[in-house]
């Protein structure tokens, strides 16, 4: 299997890739930190519509889009890049962060609590998971690029490796067909598997408003988890969507959208 299969070309150096929707207004800016695998570009639609009211700003976390591609992949690391990202667009902004995202979000309250206003954490614990999310990047290797003309090629090819099917078409929203690579640096993400799976141990609280919002669904945030994030913040509140799973923007993005709007302008 050649190098192309696991790393693209094109991404830069320097700062996360931002996509910005809509101008400033008199409302904290919003900051989108997409899960792992995703992209900003995965929350489009509904950053657009959010965008009527605030500017929105979805970003690619390093290793995932056009971002940089590093060794490293911790936590504290993203963290570092989101603080960059909002101290070059004004220094505070209101954060909503999915699974992965979700996790840097928290972790970006407790380590730069002036930069977050308002904070939106999507089906998500500060706790360690024991699944794995590796035989995904097991499937996304072993689709042959060379045989790839359009995103359904691979999208077959993941259906054949097992990936049901709004997996397929989320992972190939990734996938560089002209340039036959992905947009995702699978090493990397494979080796730093267990800091992804994991939180890290943070003594410090968050004060601020924040809303804890889950697939009803879904398993990845149990009662139990409860004390732990009441623990690191103490204005937690919670929520569920009716009828979504994990991925809930995707599932019920309506609903997604309402319930967001309506705690950032509460």
């Known amino acids: 299997m050649g190098a192309d299969t696991v790393a693209c070309c094109g991404y830069h150096l320097g700062m996360l890739n931002t996509i910005l929707h809509g101008a400033p207004t008199d409302q904290p800016p919003l900051l989108i930190a997409h899960?792992?695998?995703g992209s900003g570009r995965n929350w489009g639609v509904i950053a657009k519509r959010l965008s009527d009211e605030r500017q929105v700003i979805a970003v690619d976390l390093r290793n995932h889009g056009l971002s940089p591609q590093t060794e490293s992949h911790t936590y504290v690391d993203l963290a570092e890049d989101l603080a960059e990202v909002i101290a070059t667009h004004g220094?505070?902004?209101?954060v909503v962060g999915h699974s992965m995202g979700g996790k840097a979000a928290m972790v970006l309250a407790l380590n730069h609590p002036e930069a977050?206003?308002?904070?939106?954490?999507?089906?998500?614990?500060?706790?360690s998971y024991q699944h794995t999310q590796a035989h995904f990047i097991t499937a996304m290797r072993s689709v042959d690029l060379s045989r790839v003309?359009?995103?359904?090629?691979?999208?077959?090819?993941?259906a054949e490796?097992?990936?049901?099917?709004?997996?397929?078409?989320?992972?190939?929203?990734?996938?560089?067909?002209?340039?036959?690579?992905w947009r995702l640096n699978l090493d990397t993400l494979e080796r730093e598997m267990p800091h992804i799976l994991s939180f890290p141990e943070i003594e410090s609280h968050w004060?601020?408003?924040?809303?804890?919002?889950?697939?009803a669904n879904s398993e990845y945030v149990l009662a139990e988890h409860r004390s732990r994030i009441k623990s690191l913040f103490p204005g937690a509140r919670f929520a569920k969507i009716p009828g979504a799973g994990h991925w809930l923007h995707?599932?019920?993005?309506?609903?997604?959208?309402?319930?967001v709007r309506s705690f950032l302008n509460a």
Do not use: H, W
């Open 250 to 259: 995707a599932e019920k993005p309506r609903e997604f959208e309402a319930t």
């Open 149 to 158: 003309t359009r995103r359904s090629d691979a999208q077959e090819q993941l």
């Open 207 to 215: 004060d601020g408003a924040a809303l804890f919002l889950t697939g």
């Open 161 to 181: 490796a097992g990936v049901d099917a709004m997996l397929q078409s989320f992972f190939t929203q990734s996938l560089d067909v002209e340039n036959k690579c």
């Open 91 to 94: 220094g505070r902004m209101d």
């Open 35 to 37: 899960g792992l695998y």
């Open 116 to 127: 977050v206003n308002r904070l939106v954490v999507a089906d998500i614990a500060p706790v």
